[in-house]
């Protein structure tokens, strides 16, 4: 899912300076946090594939891990249930500190890994969130949310036209095995 159309954008947008912040996309307490909202049930806003049709898929969806994409200067993201304002999955963003190395560069962004999986219907209404530092212009920035997925149909091998035969046999991998104080590597079974 994109929070850009909410800008009328598509993927790319762009954070303007807080003084110049419309009033609806101001995070309330904060002038200074851009805060984007887009609502829609999870068959309009997902997509199968990075640029793929939107969800067609059954009418439970279990959610099995969520990622976020976002560019310096973003905040926070996340998807919630709509109805209750429930967090279905939170992306916290990680800053560098490191003075000649990274600095203020967002480093590392959440992973969200739902265990159990959370079964939610397709048509269910979720809202995604996405905030960023106003504090000064910001080009060329992204809100995209992707979620793992499963649809609880099961594969059958005649299904698909891809099909393999696999043998593994049965050894260890050297190149794994902590190294004796000799030096010599043995596997053993």
Not at 61 to 85: K, Q, S, Y
Not at 107 to 129: A, K, N, Y
Request: glycine share 8%; charged share 20%.
């Amino acid at each position: 899912a994109d929070i850009s159309p909410v800008v009328g954008k598509a993927l790319e947008y762009d954070v303007p300076s807080w003084e110049r912040l419309p009033l609806l996309q101001r995070l309330p307490g904060n002038s200074k946090v851009q805060h984007l909202v887009r609502e829609g049930s999870f068959r309009e806003l997902f997509h199968h594939d990075f640029f793929g049709k939107l969800y067609h898929e059954g009418d439970q969806v279990a959610l099995l891990r969520c990622v976020g994409h976002a560019h310096v200067a973003a905040i926070g993201m996340r998807i919630e249930d709509a109805a209750t304002g429930a967090v279905i999955c939170t992306h916290n963003m990680y800053y560098g500190s490191q003075p000649t190395t990274d600095k203020d560069y967002l480093v590392r962004i959440s992973v969200e890994d739902l265990d159990p999986p959370r079964i939610i219907g397709s048509d269910q209404q979720v809202r995604i969130v996405a905030d960023y530092n106003a504090t000064e212009f910001h080009t060329g920035v992204m809100g995209m949310f992707f979620i793992f997925y499963g649809s609880h149909e099961m594969i059958m091998q005649n299904m698909t036209a891809f099909q393999a035969q696999l043998c593994v046999p049965r050894r260890c991998e050297a190149l794994r095995l902590s190294r004796p104080s000799s030096g010599a590597v043995e596997c053993q079974e």
